[in-house]
């Protein structure tokens, strides 16, 4: 089945800097890449996702790159902000009917300090 | 958390006991879902459900049961034959082609 990994575990930074978290898949039929955004006691928040026909996608100050190649993909903050302190969860699956069925990375804690 | 609602927030239970979790949605998504989240960890698929009346199992589906009668409504059994039930269960669902949406999820304590 499918393995993904993720890093760095835990990502403190000061407001302004930018963030990467880094995830590399083991399944070369994976297809779709979400992003989700936790905070504490919620569930996860859809924040970005990247289909595997797309390498790079961008939405305001978050963009994710994939290099279906090397099987990984990268989430990237850039300015950030004291609320975009949360866990992030990168994950990956088949897409079609399985667009539900993820694979989930083990998450970032990112900090952000004013 | 829109239309997914997941009831109780917290849940608590003596060692033995079979509990049912809630997941009602009115978003008409056709395909449901149960994660399991443990502290420190991704989420792991539990069930999943594409349609009524049908059900597979995820990856850590020992110990749980599910039933789809309705299309709004997908609850989940955390059996005594779970051996660590204690932990964040999350509830979602998928429309044609969109992305998996969560519910708020429930905090289960078995002691």
């Known amino acids: 089945g499918e393995n993904v990994e993720q890093h760095p575990s835990t990502l403190s930074v000061q407001e302004g800097d930018s963030a990467v978290i880094k995830c590399t898949y083991s399944?070369?039929?994976?297809?779709?890449f979400p992003w989700y955004k936790q905070e504490l006691g919620k569930g996860p928040q859809l924040i970005i996702d990247?289909?595997?026909?797309?390498g790079e996608k961008k939405d305001q100050r978050i963009a994710v790159t994939l290099n279906k190649t090397a099987k990984h993909f990268s989430l990237h903050i850039t300015e950030t902000q004291p609320e975009d302190s949360a866990v992030y969860f990168c994950?990956?699956?088949?897409?079609?009917?399985?667009?539900?069925?993820?694979?989930f990375g083990q998450g970032t804690i990112l900090t952000v300090h004013p | 958390d829109g239309g997914i609602t997941q009831s109780p927030k917290y849940l608590f239970r003596k060692e033995g006991q079979n509990v049912t979790l809630s997941c009602e949605q009115n978003?008409?998504?056709?395909?449901m879902y149960w994660y399991r989240q443990d502290p420190g960890q991704g989420l792991r698929l539990i069930y999943y459900?594409?349609?009524?009346?049908?059900?597979q199992k995820g990856d850590i589906a020992e110990g749980y049961s599910v039933s789809r009668e309705k299309k709004e409504s997908f609850p989940l059994t955390v059996t005594s034959a779970q051996k660590n039930p204690t932990a964040f269960y999350l509830c979602?669902?998928?429309?044609?082609?969109?992305?998996?949406?969560f519910g708020p999820g429930t905090r289960l304590t078995v002691t």
């Open positions: 990247i289909r595997s026909n797309v």
């Open positions: 979602a669902t998928t429309g044609q082609d969109q992305p998996l949406y």
């Open positions: 399944d070369s039929a994976s297809n779709y």
């Open positions: 994950a990956a699956s088949r897409g079609g009917t399985s667009y539900g069925k993820l694979t």
């Open positions: 978003l008409n998504h056709d395909a």
């Open positions: 459900s594409q349609i009524v009346n049908d059900f």
